[in-house]
């Protein structure tokens, strides 16, 4: 069946330091990726998404992340933490034809500390 | 400048009474989708609209309707809401169903007493 799996439920990192979440999918062929944020009480926001070619992607807030095909994975990365990053990360993927939704893991949450 | 918009974005009901939550997109998209998020988790997909064509999941209660009366609208019933519909209900928006992204509302926190 088809998945994706964001294995960090809750994660916490100093203002200033570098970020990593992970994603992993399970799908027979490459989906399209995306990565969305949530910050408490709003809508999911688009970060980034990765259809085709380089798969080194930069999104909005500088975020950027890398498709692997090799290990089905999408890690989202920041490189500097900002208070204003707490949020849920939600990492989703849509498969390349027909009509199936868009599939959700469970969320990372990101909390922030001085 | 919105593009997504859902109201009211806070909502009370009382158990059992009707309730109809509003999108609206000035995106001029072709799919509109309804999503029930709870406490903690991933948005569960309710139902979508391609253009008039209406598409239920399969697993969506039927006490959850909705109504598309032309592009820019799309409606969430809740016929009669229990203690465990309360969540947050997310409206999104698509180009065409496939191969595109989804731009998202702020969402309406549905609150059932």
């Known amino acids: 069946a088809q998945s994706v799996t964001q294995p960090d439920i809750h994660i916490t990192v100093s203002e200033g330091a570098s970020l990593e979440l992970r994603c992993n999918y399970s799908?027979?062929?490459?989906?399209?990726l995306f990565w969305y944020v949530q910050s408490p009480g709003q809508g999911l926001q688009l970060l980034l998404k990765?259809?085709?070619?380089?798969?080194l992607v930069q999104g909005i807030k500088g975020f950027e992340a890398e498709f692997k095909r090799s290990q089905s994975s999408f890690n989202l990365r920041k490189p500097s933490v900002h208070w204003s990053d707490a949020a849920e990360y939600f990492c989703?993927?849509?498969?390349?034809?027909?009509?199936?939704?868009?599939?959700f893991g469970k969320g990372t949450r990101l909390s922030v500390i001085a | 400048d919105a593009m997504v918009i859902q109201n009211p974005r806070y909502q009370v009901t009382q158990f059992g009474k009707p309730v109809t939550l509003s999108c609206s997109q000035t995106?001029?998209?072709?799919?509109m989708y309804w999503y029930q998020q709870k406490s903690s988790q991933a948005p569960k997909l309710l139902f979508h609209?391609?253009?008039?064509?209406?598409?239920n999941e399969a697993d969506t209660p039927d006490n959850f309707q909705s109504r598309r009366p032309n592009t820019s609208f799309c409606f969430l019933d809740i016929r009669s809401p229990g203690l465990g519909d309360a969540a947050m209900y997310l409206c999104?928006?698509?180009?065409?169903?496939?191969?595109?992204?989804?731009?998202f509302g702020p969402g309406t926190r549905l609150t059932v007493t």
């Open positions: 990765y259809f085709s070619g380089d798969t």
């Open positions: 989703a993927v849509l498969m390349l034809s027909g009509n199936t939704p868009l599939v």
């Open positions: 999104a928006t698509s180009r065409e169903r496939s191969s595109y992204e989804q731009y």
């Open positions: 609209y391609y253009d008039k064509d209406f598409n």
């Open positions: 799908y027979g062929a490459t989906p399209y």
């Open positions: 995106l001029n998209h072709n799919v």
